[in-house]
């Protein structure tokens, strides 16, 4: 049983997470310098409470070039999931999910790579507060980092997404961000494919920024998010 | 761990696939490739690498946009190469292992796989025909600052085969450093001379004038002629004895053609000199050994051949072989013009061969040849030596006029039965009659010097359409056998007319300009919408012709008469008018572009190469044909502004 209330009782990868995040960092840090983690998750497609991550891909980009060789993937172990709507669309049968890795496997693989690299999702609320959710379940602590939400990044970038101010106004979804650099749309819809798609476009994004700004990118430079 | 399917590495194989190349590798090992990958993204006018930057470890794959190279001179930069999707870059630099010749920009929005050049080398060491396409398409484009396409893999350390060998450096004469040449005045004792010669043990001495031009030559066997056989003073001067003029032939000319002209003119060296002519610096000796010695294997054979074929069916044989040759040496990546040169040196023979035998034919049937002087000339592509396929002949027939007309036909009669046995031995040898009939036994092609002579003088009626044609065609003419000094004659004319004939020029160069490059504004090729040919791009009339038209105008314009080739012509171009130069080398090497393409759809299809299928040529083709029209485009302006055509009419 895990008390919540001795960090000694969290397991090795948790303590060193919890130590890497406490550490801030200067937003004076060059872009090219930092480690970028690109995250996507397919999940079940309910509201947060009920929601479970069926799946987790991420990519990681150094020096601006995104290896492959780093690519990760996960299915998430659950025992008897019912087919919902979203499972039309993301593909992940239940028997998949049946052989899948358990939620603390998953996150002991996961965390030690996330720590101390800067976290790009798209639509970022969504992914991370599922991670966290599974974090705060089995190890009782809550994700701390710095991430960049390439819906957001895209309404500073390109001008078919500035804030214009008109109510409802609404961050743009992958696929229009695709559409506006011409990207080719791989495997939508699988976490791998909407990954590798979100690390193209916040390249590409990070591009025009740094055309904007003719000089390097710094961290601060991005429109970053506090978890 | 579930590992299910793993689409980015299946959708980067995928893409690597599709392109030479990746496509001649295993899937298992592109597997491989892909997944040490990196994936790069450039935003419009990033640059890749700068010229000068040393190689990284990594090849480029460009998935998606487009990179434009630039060429960095003093101030200047220039836009010398496109990459398009599926092109790979850096390769060449990373073979060489030297620093970037050229500065990469994205012109657009680019994805880029990076793959580790180690495991490419690995693959390409491992797989031939990838190597093979490497070597011979990638590099072709990286040529800035070289005149010839070095296409040495060594780096791979693979083994290459024999006319690899034979064709890597092999197809020009290298002249040797001067200081080897042995040459005295026309002053000189012979005694001397001798003595030089086997001082430094060489076969001949050249007799230059003060300006190094060569003025004659003396050979061993000369000396045992007039010396020892004979009983010439050795006190004498050598100018007694040399053999005068000098056969001269231009540095990094063909080696085979130079060979061809010893093996035709019976002589065992021949002078290499700056511009190719006697008016100019020698520059070595070459023996028919020295060539040997760098070329290792060469077609002179086929000129043995000749002289001791006695059958069609041989004659046919021959051919073939020839024909054959010229597939490899094209597929060799051997330049279309010095392919022209040797196979017109080997066709030439052959005529002359049977212009032999069918004279002594005839004298058996006692129908004797007149006694007035005769030549058999080459025309139109023959003239200008580019036909290396069977798919055509060109030539002409003439003869001095008697003064007596009747005594012309009489004369006309037995050269028209004359040229008919040679041309139906050439047919049955695999050569096409002439679609236009421009053939020798045709009476409108045999003529008489001064009828020659007056068909080219009257102005008013060349410029007419057909009449024009026939003089664009005879405008390219070219002695094969019989009186030099008749030729010549003829040739002048030609020269001295158009020259001096503003409309002449003019109608040419109208229909230069009239053939629009062909690319739509978005750099597609114009194929043809009609006839046997849709889809496919006609590349004599499109490309070939305003290039050739070109170079012909200006050839008669300036009086440049020294060359017949297109090839030729441009660059005696470019040596007689520097501010035209840039133009015509590159025109010259565009022309050999498409020269080549159409010589090896013409083999590859066993028909006359004209129509070529724009999908079937390899992605490097593309660009370099595109390139090749902005230079046709440029050769167009050029004639505009020098003849005051308004674009617009």
Known sequence: MINPFSKKEHPEFIRDYLIAAKQRK????????????????????????????????????????????????????????????????????????????????????????????????????????????????????????????????????????????????????????????????????????????????????????QRRLGRPIRVRDLPLSEF | MLTSTNFILDRIVSALKQFPPFSMFEEDDLQELSRTAKVQVLTQGDAVWKQGDPPGNEVLFLARGRVEYFHQVAERSELIDIRDVGDTLGLSALHEGE??????????????????????????????????????????????GRSLPDTGLEATGAAQNVLEAHLKGAHTISPRPPER???????????????????????????????????????????????????????????????APVVTVEANSSSAAATLTMLRRRIGQVCVTADGTAGSPAMDVCTQKDLLAQSGRHPAGFIHDI????????????????????????????????????????????????ISAAMAELTDQGNF??????????????????????????????????????????????????????????????????????????????????????ELKNTDLLISGTHMLRALILYDLRLVDGDAALC?????????????????????????????????????????????????????????????????????????????????RWLELAHAHPELSELAFLAREGYDLLLRIRTLTGLQRGDDGRYVNPAALTKLQQGQLVNVFDVQRMAQASVRARFAIDPRS
């Open chain 2, 99 to 144: 620093p970037y010749r050229v500065t990469a920009l994205a012109a657009e929005d680019c994805i880029l796989y990076v793959l580790t050049w180690p495991m490419i080398r690995d693959l390409l060491q491992k797989n031939d025909a990838a190597r093979y396409y490497v070597r011979r398409h990638l590099f072709w484009g990286m040529r800035v």
């Open chain 2, 369 to 454: 040849p007149p006694d007035i002087p005769w030549a058999w000339m080459a025309v139109g592509s023959d003239g200008r030596r580019e036909q290396v396929l069977r798919t055509d002949m060109d030539n002409a027939f003439v003869f001095a006029a008697t003064g007596d007309a009747k005594q012309d036909e009489q004369n006309r009669a037995y050269f028209l039965e004359l040229a008919k046995r040679v041309i139906d031995q050439m047919v049955a040898a695999g050569f096409a009659r002439c679609q236009g009939a421009v053939m020798a036994s045709n009476p409108n092609w045999c003529k008489t010097d001064a009828e020659w002579i007056g």
């Open chain 1, 26 to 209: 200067s937003g004076k840090r060059l872009l090219s310098d930092e480690r970028i983690v690109v995250l996507d998750i397919e999940t079940n497609g309910r509201p947060l409470e009920s929601d479970e991550i069926l799946s987790l891909a991420l990519f990681e980009i150094v020096n601006g070039q995104i290896e492959l060789s780093r690519q990760r993937k996960w299915i998430v172990y659950h025992p008897d999931t019912r087919p919902t709507r979203a499972t039309a669309i993301h593909g992940i049968l239940p028997c998949e999910t049946e052989q899948g890795v358990p939620e603390p496997e998953l996150l002991k693989e996961l965390i030690p790579i996330l720590a101390g690299a800067l976290v790009v999702c798209h639509h970022i609320r969504f992914d991370l507060s599922r991670i966290n959710k599974i974090l705060y379940r089995h190890f009782k602590v809550r994700f701390k980092t710095q991430a960049i939400d390439t819906a957001i990044l895209a309404m500073h970038e390109l001008s078919a997404f500035h804030k214009t101010g008109y109510p409802n106004q609404r961050a743009p979804s992958l696929d229009e961000i695709c559409a506006q650099f011409n990207l080719p749309a791989t495997a939508r819809h699988t976490a791998e494919g909407d990954a590798f798609t979100t690390a193209q476009a916040f390249l590409f994004l990070c591009g025009r920024l």
């Open chain 2, 181 to 243: 040449l042995l040459c005295c005045t026309p002053q000189t004792s012979i005694r001397e001379a001798a003595q030089q010669m086997s001082a430094k043990r060489v076969p001949s001495i050249l007799i230059t004038n003060a300006d190094r031009h060569p003025i004659g030559i003396v050979t061993r066997s000369d000396l045992v002629k007039n010396v020892v056989a004979g009983d010439t003073n050795r006190a004498l001067p050598v100018s007694t004895i040399m053999a």
């Open chain 2, 488 to 568: 010549e004659s003829i040739r002048q004319t030609v020269f001295e007319t158009a020259k001096n004939s503003l409309s002449i020029k003019l109608a040419m160069a109208e229909r230069i300009v009239a053939t629009p490059p062909p690319l739509n504004f978005r750099g597609k090729f114009i194929v043809e919408k009609k006839g046997g040919n849709e889809g496919e791009f006609d590349i004599k009339a499109r490309g070939l012709t305003p290039l050739r038209d070109t170079a012909r105008l200006f050839a008669l314009h300036f009086g440049l008469r020294q060359h017949y080739s297109t090839g030729g």
């Open chain 2, 307 to 354: 002289r001791l074929a006695q059958s069609p069916a041989r004659y046919r044989e021959i051919c073939d072989d020839i024909e054959r040759m010229a597939l490899t040496y094209l597929e060799a990546g051997m330049s279309g013009m010095l392919l022209g040169e040797i196979c017109a040196e080997l066709y030439d023979e052959l005529v002359r061969h049977l």
